[in-house]
């Protein structure tokens, strides 16, 4: 049954009427509610929510599926924050289990991909004192002036509130000044949940919703874009999700800069809130397609292969999904150390071309900003060709 045919059969078919109205939105490309995102959340199924998150995302992106060739730098797993969810950290007073690296070390790390067909570099990771404003400011501007050609897509609100504040700059200044230096884009962490009942039993410490929005505004201002996340699956009730979404749409409203919506499903290996159990993949999967429904003024959801596993990362991709991100190369502690599945992670183009294709969808690598840089739909690799040419054994 096509997208189309399965949501005619939702209408007309004796959905619960509240659902019923919802699908009948979506088709007519009606805003929902916030108490219609609650009502996902609260009644919707997993088949149901699939066939509109997939009207959705075939309406806006047909089959195409977007990855990149990226690499990380954390430059620190030190931390001055006690988030409780957080597995990655060592705080200041268990320094010796932890790494910080200088200037020279990360571009050490860019050095290591001159030959790769790299187009971005993804930073973040903790937040320690000597690693402020002068010190991304001589990073931002050493790798540009090294490699042009690389996207930065760098650093959070967590750390830029603490850097800015250290250094007595506003926002908008502050984010002015690193754009100057070569910073190009931010990602979306640090936003957990935003409401504060939740925010200050797991992040009670580090900037708060308003702040990380409008940091996100300000660099939206100077043109930049920018990405949002969301911690689903500890604490937090359905209606929390929602009002973290219904700010960012809000935002969104506003600016404009958002690029890319990205759940990320919380782990509990080895962090102060363990004792949690993790969610199911049937709910990563409800929970990627409501973001898809609610989030109308978002153009991409996006699913961190690393993060869920390849497996349910194909699966999200009939969920609202349009986009697996990138390569990796194994440079990012942050997800195994939480106990993601993917301990060492690491694809080759190939590899996710072939895991999008080998679930029908339409493979594009994308640089930061989403312009094509190949489209792979066609592309048939060297050992494929190889494999043409097995003899099937002639039983007469
Ligand atoms: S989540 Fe980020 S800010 Fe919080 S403790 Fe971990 S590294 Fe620090």
Same mark, same amino acid.
């Given at each position: 049954?096509?997208?189309?045919?399965?949501?005619?059969?939702? /209408?007309?078919?004796?959905?619960?009427?509240?659902?019923?109205?919802?699908?009948?939105?979506?088709?007519?490309?009606?805003?929902?509610?916030?108490?219609?995102?609650? =009502?996902?959340?609260?009644?919707?199924?997993?088949?149901?929510?699939?066939?509109?998150?997939? #009207?959705?995302?075939e309406?806006?992106h047909g089959d195409r599926t977007y990855f990149?060739?990226?690499?990380? =730098?954390?430059?620190?797993?030190?931390?001055?924050?006690?988030?409780?969810?957080?597995?990655?950290?060592?705080?200041?007073?268990?320094?010796?289990?932890?790494?910080?690296?200088?200037?020279?070390?990360?571009?050490?790390?860019?050095?290591?991909?001159?030959?790769?067909?790299?187009?971005?570099?993804?930073?973040?990771?903790?937040?320690?004192?000597?690693?402020?404003?002068?010190? #991304?400011?001589?990073?931002?501007?050493?790798?540009?002036?090294?490699?042009?050609?690389?996207?930065?897509?760098?650093?959070?609100?967590?750390?830029?509130?603490?850097?800015?504040?250290?250094?007595?700059?506003?926002?908008?200044?502050?984010?002015?000044?690193?754009?100057?230096?070569?910073?190009?884009?931010?990602?979306?962490?640090?936003?957990? /949940?935003?409401?504060?009942?939740?925010?200050?039993?797991?992040?009670?410490?580090?900037?708060?919703?308003?702040?990380?929005?409008? /940091?996100?505004?300000?660099?939206?201002?100077?043109?930049?874009?920018?990405?949002?996340?969301?911690?689903?699956?500890?604490?937090?009730?359905?209606?929390?999700?929602?009002?973290?979404?219904?700010?960012?749409?809000?935002?969104?409203?506003?600016?404009?800069?958002?690029?890319?919506?990205?759940?990320?499903?919380?782990?509990?290996?080895?962090?102060?809130?363990?004792?949690?159990?993790?969610?199911?993949?049937?709910?990563?999967?409800?929970?990627?397609?409501?973001?898809? =429904?609610?989030?109308?003024?978002?153009?991409?959801?996006?699913a961190?292969w690393?993060? =869920?596993?390849r497996d349910?990362a194909q699966l999200s991709l009939a969920?609202?999904v349009n986009d697996i991100?990138?390569t990796?190369?194994?440079?990012?502690? /942050?997800?195994?150390?939480?106990?993601?599945?993917?301990?060492?992670?690491?694809m080759s183009t190939q590899q996710l071309v072939e895991l999008i294709k080998n679930v029908g969808r339409h493979p594009i690598e994308r640089?930061?900003?989403?312009?094509v840089?190949t489209d792979y739909k066609d592309v048939v690799f060297d050992e494929d060709k190889?494999k043409r #040419?097995?003899?099937?054994?002639?039983?007469?």
């Amino acid at each position: 049954m096509n997208a189309n045919k399965a949501l005619d059969f939702l /209408i007309k078919s004796e959905t619960d009427p509240d659902l019923k109205k919802i699908a009948e939105k979506v088709v007519a490309e009606e805003r929902i509610t916030v108490e219609e995102g609650i =009502i996902l959340y609260q009644k919707g199924e997993l088949n149901y929510l699939g066939v509109l998150a997939n #009207y959705i995302r075939e309406r806006k992106h047909g089959d195409r599926t977007y990855f990149n060739r990226n690499f990380h =730098i954390e430059p620190t797993n030190v931390c001055v924050y006690d988030c409780k969810f957080c597995s990655y950290s060592r705080m200041i007073k268990q320094r010796e289990e932890g790494w910080e690296m200088d200037v020279e070390g990360m571009m050490d790390v860019v050095r290591r991909y001159d030959d790769d067909a790299v187009t971005e570099v993804h930073i973040t990771g903790g937040v320690v004192p000597k690693q402020n404003l002068e010190f #991304y400011a001589d990073f931002f501007k050493k790798c540009k002036a090294h490699r042009p050609d690389l996207h930065i897509k760098a650093l959070t609100p967590v750390e830029y509130y603490y850097i800015f504040k250290k250094a007595k700059l506003s926002h908008f200044d502050g984010m002015k000044y690193l754009k100057e230096c070569g910073l190009d884009s931010m990602p979306g962490g640090g936003a957990e /949940i935003f409401h504060p009942e939740v925010r200050e039993k797991i992040a009670h410490d580090k900037c708060t919703a308003e702040q990380w929005l409008d /940091i996100h505004e300000q660099a939206h201002k100077l043109g930049m874009n920018t990405n949002a996340t969301m911690l689903y699956g500890h604490i937090e009730a359905y209606w929390h999700r929602v009002d973290h979404m219904e700010r960012l749409r809000q935002l969104q409203d506003k600016t404009g800069g958002f690029q890319t919506f990205i759940p990320l499903k919380f782990r509990n290996k080895d962090n102060q809130m363990s004792n949690i159990p993790e969610v199911s993949v049937i709910e990563d999967l409800r929970n990627y397609a409501i973001a898809r =429904i609610y989030l109308d003024n978002f153009d991409h959801i996006k699913a961190y292969w690393a993060m =869920i596993s390849r497996d349910t990362a194909q699966l999200s991709l009939a969920y609202g999904v349009n986009d697996i991100d990138g390569t990796l190369d194994d440079t990012t502690k /942050i997800y195994s150390m939480a106990g993601a599945e993917e301990q060492t992670p690491a694809m080759s183009t190939q590899q996710l071309v072939e895991l999008i294709k080998n679930v029908g969808r339409h493979p594009i690598e994308r640089d930061t900003l989403y312009n094509v840089v190949t489209d792979y739909k066609d592309v048939v690799f060297d050992e494929d060709k190889s494999k043409r #040419y097995y003899a099937l054994p002639v039983v007469n």
